[in-house]
């Protein structure tokens, strides 16, 4: 057995449904998952009802924050656009001083190419990061999974890869003319991988993030129609996985769970018709090791630094140094995720019954 100790990991992309559907999960509760996860910090994302695009909405995270009185920090990114609805520009300034963690219309891309011109140059002169749902919805039409044998068995909607690729390529070439800091969410296709490489080796300011779900599973190894596997961006391909992978362990994307809780009721009637997302924060890091380390051969402080340094570059330096405590990594435990375990108030996770050999906790 081994211990190592690690600055405490961060979290950039949760969703904690408080305001709006709070069953699925509340600030206390998603707080208590993150730290039972290893996490000291998490961003939260705005897809909130209302949507978090006032100073209002951040003070409402914030108080639930501190009467949870939890040890893990929460941040509040806010919406690029008014009402996540993609075609008025959002009062950044006003959003950046009330505390926001980054701009994001999570769940929804900002499709008006004026209107992302505008966010990212306003962005730019803030010093603030536009973070990216970068799902084109005129090209994802109904789609709900990846071109697989599953979906041609049970006559599911495809979502070509090109959805992804083209909203990735529309956003760096803004990148390009604005200078603004561009972070590209839930990456999924190896075509994705490779349009951030290139344009980190052109020195943009750009990076991205990888899920647990896209480097553990592959849309081809799909068997049922079980839309605990139902997520957006959907599961790419056994050669989409593998660059993936290959990127995380080359330094070119970060970690981030996309924690995305849903009552039962929208995640049992199968790929057509279920809620996207899965819950994740509990046995996240456990798995991103598991991959990352155990099969991969990254070296574990690289693996470390994906969920702490590389995700705490995306915040303003006021809210980075406040990030305190630590993660916990013991190797030789085995250890069983039981989701019914889980302090998340939600359940629809593929991730139950499998083992582990590490134990990840918090210390603060």
């Known amino acids: 057995m081994q211990r190592f100790e690690f600055p405490g990991f961060v979290d950039v992309h949760v969703h904690f449904r408080d305001p709006g559907m709070t069953e699925a999960e509340t600030i206390a509760s998603g707080l208590k998952a993150a730290e039972r996860g290893g996490f000291a910090a998490v961003v939260t994302m705005p897809n909130t009802s209302p949507a978090c695009d006032s100073r209002e909405i951040m003070e409402y995270q914030q108080k639930k ?41 999570d769940g929804s891309y900002v499709a008006d190419d004026a209107v992302m011109e505008e966010a990212m140059k306003r962005s730019a002169d803030l010093c603030m990061v536009i973070s990216q749902h970068a799902l084109d919805p005129r090209i994802v039409g109904g ?31 803004i990148c390009r003319e604005t200078g603004c800091r561009l972070h590209i969410q839930h990456i999924s296709t190896a075509q994705g991988v490779s ?25 081809d190894e799909l068997t049922v129609d079980d839309a605990n596997f139902k997520m957006a961006p959907p599961l790419g391909c056994r050669e989409d996985r593998s660059e993936l992978r290959k990127a995380v362990k080359e330094g070119a994307l970060m970690f981030a769970t ?9 995640k049992s009637v199968g790929f057509a018709r279920s809620a996207n997302g899965i819950i994740a924060l509990e046995a996240a890091a456990a798995i991103t090791y598991a991959v990352m380390v155990e099969e991969e051969g990254m070296d574990v402080s690289a693996w470390a630094r994906a969920w702490h340094e590389m995700p705490l570059s995306l915040l303003p330096v006021a809210l980075s140094s406040s990030v305190t405590g630590k993660t916990i990594l013991e190797t030789g435990v085995s250890q069983k995720i039981d989701v019914a375990s889980f302090s998340s108030l939600s359940r629809n996770c593929p991730y139950d019954a499998m083992n582990f050999g590490v134990k990840i906790s918090s210390s603060f």
């Open 258 to 266: 996309d924690h995305a809780p849903h009552p039962a009721r929208t």
């Open 65 to 105: 924050s501190a009467e949870a009185h939890s040890p893990v920090r929460l941040f509040t990114s806010a919406c690029i656009t008014e009402g996540r609805l993609g075609s008025k520009v959002a009062n950044l300034e006003e959003l950046a001083a009330a505390g926001a963690a980054f701009f994001t219309d």
């Open 195 to 219: 349009l951030v490489r290139d344009a980190q080796k052109e020195g943009l300011p750009v990076t991205a993030e990888a899920t647990p779900h896209h480097l553990l599973f592959a849309c």
């Open 143 to 173: 789609g709900v999974i990846r071109d697989c044998p599953l979906a041609r068995k049970a006559g599911l909607k495809v979502i070509p890869a090109e959805a992804e690729i083209s909203a990735i390529r529309r956003d760096l070439s």
